[in-house]
């Protein structure tokens, strides 16, 4: 990796670096300098538009679309020909009423318009272990049900990005491994009309294609980012990402040295599934106390 100026913090691992300053001021100053056209996935999980104002800061409205459209816009530098952008922007509801804000979306269908980009395909990122929220309307009044997932969605430049869902397959069912051991398939056309041949399914490719549900909870109160964070007294980032979700990407989109990149790198968890997986990687992170709290994602 190629060291910025000395007037940033920074830490270095022997595969990336995580930075602590806006990302705005990295993208422009640093990456776009020092590394147009060579990074093949952008993952990141932006500050949500709130409605309660945060530590970090957010937006909402025009105002957060605006920002995030521009923020996208000068990466777009950065992305290697079939490099990939994989944004997940978390719910909102709207101030003082039960109801759901379509900002979210309204600001990925902008970033898809505004930017350029081809929607690859969209994924939801489902957590079974969610608080239930909003409190007021679920907990409380009891008229909602609890909101448990958020969408990812899959940006490219071209259409035909670096993928490989090879990389990504899962164990066949026990049903599955029964048929390849047996060799029988019920082949034939279904009432959908599909017609199934004989050979469409009764071939071993090493495990079964994964959907676009991705199922992950962040529970681990083992996690050593939280112990020697709890150790040493310093701030927990309280919307920390489940390793399976920016591993399943970097899997996806990326081969070994690679780069990745997080431009809300929070905890950093896309560095480190980035390092495990002999990527690549830089990190930004505007926040101190989260910066210097992700140091522990490799520092035991």
Known sequence: MINPKNKWRRYNT??????????ETVISEYLVPNYQGQIQ???TSPPFPLNRAKKYGNLNGDEYKKWLCDVVKSMLPLLTEDGSIVI?????????????????????????????????QEFIYYNPARLPSPIQYVNIDRTRVKDSFTRVWWFSRSATPKANNRNVLKQYSKQMKKLLETGQYNAGERPSEHSISETAFNHNNGGAI???VIIASNTNSRDPYLLRCKEKGMKIHPARMPFE?????????????????????????????????????ISVEADKEYYMGSKYRFVR
Request: hydrophobic share 35%; aromatic share 10%.
């Open 14 to 23: 022997p595969l990336g670096i995580c930075i602590n300053e806006k990302c």
């Open 210 to 212: 994964p959907s676009n």
């Open 245 to 281: 979700v920016p591993r399943f990407f970097i899997n996806l989109l990326t081969d070994e040295d690679d780069i990745v990149m997080d431009c809300f790198a929070g905890s950093n968890t896309t560095g480190y599934c980035a390092e495990k997986a002999k990527r690549r990687w």
């Open 88 to 120: 997940e922007i978390g719910n909102a509801w709207n101030y003082g009423e039960p109801t759901f804000s379509t900002l979210p979306m309204e600001t990925l269908l902008s970033i898809k318009n505004e930017c350029g980009l081809s929607l690859c």
């Open 41 to 43: 996935l952008i993952f």
